[in-house]
C-alpha cells in the first residue's frame, strides 16, 4: 500500500498542518456560537476570516497581478 503524497512530502505536511488548524478555528467558532455571545463568536470569525485573507493574499495571488498597482522607485 502506497503512502498518500499529502502525508509523505514536506509541502504536504504542510498543506496538512494548515488545513488542522483552519479545522480547530472553525471548530472554536462553533463553540463559541453554542457557549459565548454573539458578539464573541463575531470576533472569532472575522479573526479566522482575516487569517484567510492573509493566506490567500500571500500564496494565491501572483506578484505579476498586484506589482503594478506598487509604483517602482
Keep these: ?23 480547530l478555528l472553525a471548530f472554536n467558532i462553533y463553540l463559541f456560537a453554542m457557549n459565548g455571545t454573539f458578539t464573541e463568536t463575531i470576533d472569532t470569525a472575522a479573526w479566522v476570516a482575516i487569517l484567510a485573507l492573509f493566506e490567500w493574499e500571500t500564496h494565491h495571488l501572483k506578484e505579476e497581478d498586484w506589482s503594478c498597482l506598487v509604483p517602482s522607485t
Excluded: A, P
Design 1 to 23: 500500500m502506497r503512502s498518500h503524497r499529502l502525508f509523505t512530502t514536506r509541502t504536504g505536511q504542510f498543506v496538512l498542518f494548515k488545513y488542522t488548524i483552519y479545522t
